[in-house]
C-alpha cells in the first residue's frame, strides 16, 4: 500500500526507501516537488516561490547514533481532508 505523501516515518536503517527523503531539513524545488509543497507550504523554510523545506528531525531520534533515521514520503497517495 502506498504512504500517504507527506507522511512522516520513523525507519530502523540508515538510508531512505524508494519515494522517501530524510527529515533533515533540506531545501527542495517547488516545481519539482509540486504536491508536498501544497501540503507543508513553508512551514519549514523556503522562499515559497521556487524552494521550499522539509522538517530537520535528526535531534528528534529516539535513539542517536543507532542508524534511525525519520523519513517524508515525497511520493504516495494525495491525503483527503473529508
Avoid: K
Amino acid at each position: 500500500m502506498d504512504p500517504l505523501l507527506g507522511d512522516i516515518e520513523l525507519f530502523a536503517f540508515d538510508f531512505a526507501p524508494r519515494h522517501w527523503m530524510p527529515c533533515e531539513g533540506q531545501t527542495l524545488s517547488t516545481a519539482t516537488y509540486q504536491t508536498l509543497f501544497s501540503l507543508i507550504g513553508i512551514t519549514f523554510g523556503g522562499n515559497g516561490i521556487t524552494t521550499f523545506c522539509l522538517p530537520d528531525l535528526r535531534n528528534a531520534l529516539p535513539m542517536q547514533g543507532m542508524g534511525m533515521h525519520y523519513c517524508i514520503a515525497v511520493e504516495g497517495i494525495y491525503p483527503s481532508r473529508y
